[in-house]
């Protein structure tokens, strides 16, 4: 060989020994098609002309699957679900070495078993139900997954039903039932409120009613205390008068007028008293 070919190899030899491994990633070194250990993010060195680099995603990862299936009254159903996953950055190499790549593992272990724990849930709701609680049908999947991919090398993240679609017919009825339903509540609503009100006129009643009684109460006791006082003055003033005869006279002399009697009564009639003319001046 020449010494210019002989650079050009060298030059190619020690610019082959390099390679570097994308953030989110790791690198599965392979020689002679055996995958032989794994790099991180970051420069590395490898055996020139020998080592292949092949590089797996760590981050997580979404699938999508349109999958119909059936509710419990046998009504057709079609789910729009995702799966959110991430493979175990120790474990890639394995994952690798059973599976061959992240495309082979999806295809042949994660798809399918995604798609049966769906097709497994589903029909275990009503269509009514699933619409309502669709967060019991996803808890339900996921359940479901996560006991199937038990050990393999990856963890399931999260599950999402983004889609639910159902004949029109049936999303139709809904939409009436869902109608009447409002209008009913409305209407029981109102009622409450009657009654409410009913009731608090009554209670307001009442209130009035025993307040006026309470007052009529009042008012007879006062009457009550009041001809009590006047009795016992009564009774005390007569006691005076039988004790004390001066306080007759002494009332009377009060209560005289200042003008003599007419009359003076005797055994048979009352008799005249003769007035006598005053003397002229």
Avoid at 14 to 20: G, L, N, R
């Amino acid at each position: 060989m020449t010494v210019p070919v002989l650079a050009i190899l060298g030059l190619s030899a020690a610019i082959s020994s390099f390679y570097t491994v994308e953030e989110g990633h790791v690198g599965i070194v392979k020689r002679f098609s055996e995958a032989k250990y794994q790099e991180n993010p970051g420069l590395h060195f490898k055996a020139p002309f020998i080592d292949v680099i092949e590089e797996i995603e760590v981050r997580t990862r979404k699938n999508q699957e349109k999958m119909p299936s059936s509710t419990s009254e046998q009504m057709p159903v079609t789910v729009h679900a995702s799966v959110n996953w991430t493979v175990d950055k120790a474990a890639a190499i394995d994952l690798f070495r059973k599976y061959g790549g992240l495309n082979q593992f999806e295809q042949r272990i994660l798809d399918p078993r995604f798609r049966a724990a769906v097709k497994t849930i589903i029909p275990k709701f009503t269509a009514e139900k699933l619409i309502q609680d669709r967060a019991t049908a996803i808890m339900g999947i996921e359940s479901e997954l996560m006991e199937e991919m038990k050990g393999f090398p990856v963890s399931v993240d999260n599950i999402q039903i983004e889609n639910i679609v159902l004949p029109a017919k049936y999303l139709q009825s809904i939409e009436t039932k869902q109608t009447e339903k409002n209008l009913a509540d409305a209407e029981k609503f109102k009622l409450d409120r009657q009654k409410l009100e009913a009731m608090r006129e009554v209670n307001t009643a009442d209130a009035q009613a025993q307040a006026i009684i309470k007052v009529a109460e009042a008012e007879a006791k006062a009457t009550e205390i009041k001809g009590l006082a006047e009795a016992k003055a009564i009774e005390a003033k007569a006691k005076s008068l039988r004790n004390n005869p001066l306080i007759i006279a002494l009332t009377q002399a009060q209560n005289w007028d200042g003008k003599l009697p007419t009359t003076v009564m005797s055994e048979k009639a009352a008799l005249p008293i003769l007035k006598l003319p005053e003397p002229k001046e």
